[in-house]
């Protein structure tokens, strides 16, 4: 409960990062999320890969929508930045910011409610844009926080808590956001931190774009027979495309691997993407190939996890739109209004 405070003492022999830090200093308040929901899972690994990667919490901005998913923001990295928008407006805040503050670090929370219905518009137009952030999908096919009706992301055919059968068609945000344009693209599991925890820190190392949709059983109101959302569910038919390793810039890059087991990716800040293969003839270069694996196996009632697609080279918003290296935020009166002999001079450009 958060009237609860959390003892802010650490035991001494914590692990600390280069900066210093242990990883109780990425933490945030206490979770009023239910027992064993899989959010508080998710923030438990953002917890991690933020401390792994020695981020400065200062430098990074969480925003998020409405929705026990949109909250969880609150659970995790308490020195950091933070802004809760209306339900579904997380991603045009983020790219307000974003734009104003090029500096930060983006990271956006949001829910399959959130993101798949109220705010689908605002999600496919952060894609195409390739906004430069890290957008989580906390997906458990329900709105949790009213009371667990189906969400757009829930299986046609599966059954709600109280025995409905859906009847609409799904959108599969993965397939969605491959089609739009991100550029970094990948699925997990909240019960999987081994393969979450390195998703997450590739994702925040990618300039662009990037977006993971994470299965999340709601406990209250989608964790039955019958929910295709639920832990049981999700560990029968999880099916993972490849294992990853991040390897930060500063560790040197070593070769040792047999010529076709492992594919390595380099971001554009040095850091690098290995990826081992688990299924036969997995290239997450091939955006193509990839959204047809997916559609393959979502027929067969599997659900692909893993880095999915990722292109090394990616660009985000602000060299699409030519911005300046400084932070808009940061330009002075001199420097965005130079005066009439400039504007004059461009005028002459133009004629
Ligand atoms: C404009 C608006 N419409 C509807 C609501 C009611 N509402 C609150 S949260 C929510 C859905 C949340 O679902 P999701 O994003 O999947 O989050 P979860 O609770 O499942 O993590 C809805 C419809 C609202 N808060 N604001
Ligand atoms: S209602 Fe569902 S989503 Fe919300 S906190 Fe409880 S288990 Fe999690
Ligand atoms: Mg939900």
């Known amino acids: 409960m958060t009237y609860l405070a959390k003892p802010k003492l650490h035991h001494p022999t914590l692990p600390k990062n280069t900066l210093g830090f242990t990883r109780r200093d990425y933490e945030g308040k206490v979770s009023t999320l239910c027992a064993g929901c899989g959010h508080d899972s998710i923030s438990a690994a953002l917890i991690q890969a933020c401390w792994e990667l020695d981020i400065e ?77 890290t957008y989580i999908v906390e997906n458990n096919g329900v709105y949790g926080l009213t009371k667990g009706q189906f969400s757009a992301t829930a299986d046609q055919g599966s059954k709600s808590k109280k025995g409905v059968i ?43 774009a990037a977006f993971i949709d994470v299965i999340s059983p709601c406990v209250a109101f989608n964790n039955h027979a019958g929910s295709t959302k639920s832990y049981d569910y999700v560990r029968a038919h999880n099916e993972a495309v490849n294992r990853l390793d991040f390897m930060p810039r500063r560790d040197p890059v070593s070769a ?25 003839g997995y290239d997450a270069g091939d955006r193509l190939a990839a959204m047809t694996h997916i559609h393959a ?55």
């Open 297 to 351: 196996h979502e027929a067969r009632g599997e659900i692909l996890t893993g880095l999915l697609y990722v292109r090394g080279d990616s660009q985000d918003l602000h060299a699409h739109l030519r911005t300046v290296d400084t932070p808009l935020n940061r330009l002075a009166e001199a420097e965005l209004c130079p005066g009439s002999a400039v504007l004059a001079a461009l005028n002459a450009e133009l004629a």
């Open 57 to 133: 919490p200062h430098r990074m901005a969480k925003l998020s929508g409405i929705g026990c998913s949109s909250k969880t923001p609150d659970y995790f990295l308490g020195n950091s930045h933070g802004f809760n928008t209306v339900h579904g407006r997380m991603p045009s805040v983020l790219t307000g910011a974003n734009l104003a503050n090029r500096e930060l670090l983006y990271l956006g929370v949001s829910g399959d409610g959130d993101s798949a219905s109220i705010g689908l518009g605002q999600f496919a137009h952060a894609m195409r844009r390739g906004v430069n952030m």
């Open 166 to 208: 859906n009847s609409d068609a799904p959108i599969d945000l993965v397939a969605l956001a491959l089609q739009l344009g991100a550029t970094y693209v990948g699925r997990s599991f909240s019960g999987d931190k081994d393969q979450l925890v390195p998703l997450i820190k590739g994702a925040l190392r990618h300039r662009g």
């Open 256 to 280: 040792s691997y047999a010529p076709g087991e492992v594919i390595e990716v380099t971001q554009h800040d040095g850091s690098v993407l290995r990826l081992r293969k688990l299924a036969e």
